[in-house]
């Protein structure tokens, strides 16, 4: 399996950006996607996931209620809409994906950065 992560750039702290990962590969091996972000200096930290049934979420509480993820199984693509950004926002985001023991996640993109500007 392989991800792909777009969709980052610069934006202005109260601006929106969306993020798309698509997979490629063996595709049907995946369970749950999510996103995890880096910033600079810090520990990589989750924000989001999905589950295969496309309904079942979790987010990170320092993104709940401005971030939304969602999954289109048929373009094997995720989506994470990110509004209200703040300067904190700021990292570089990966997607990844876990295999169908959904223990941990496997497979993962390149990362995409994504700069808030106040």
């Known amino acids: 399996v392989q991800l792909q992560a777009s969709g980052g750039g610069l934006v202005q702290a109260g601006g929106s950006l969306r993020l798309s990962c698509t997979a490629s590969?063996?595709?049907?091996?995946?369970?749950?996607m999510g996103w995890f972000r880096r910033a600079p200096g810090k520990e990589r930290e989750f924000v989001a996931h999905?589950?295969?049934?496309?309904?079942?979420?979790y987010y990170a509480d320092s993104v709940k209620g401005r971030f939304t993820i969602s999954r289109d199984n048929a373009k094997d693509t995720m989506f994470l809409q990110m509004n209200s950004l703040k300067p904190e926002d700021t990292a570089v985001y990966y997607c990844?994906?876990?295999?169908?023991?959904?223990?941990?996640?496997?497979?993962w993109g390149q990362g995409t950065q994504v700069t808030v500007s106040s």
């Open positions: 990844a994906a876990t295999g169908p023991s959904n223990n941990e996640f496997d497979y």
């Open positions: 590969g063996r595709t049907f091996r995946i369970y749950t």
């Open positions: 999905i589950k295969r049934d496309t309904i079942t979420k």
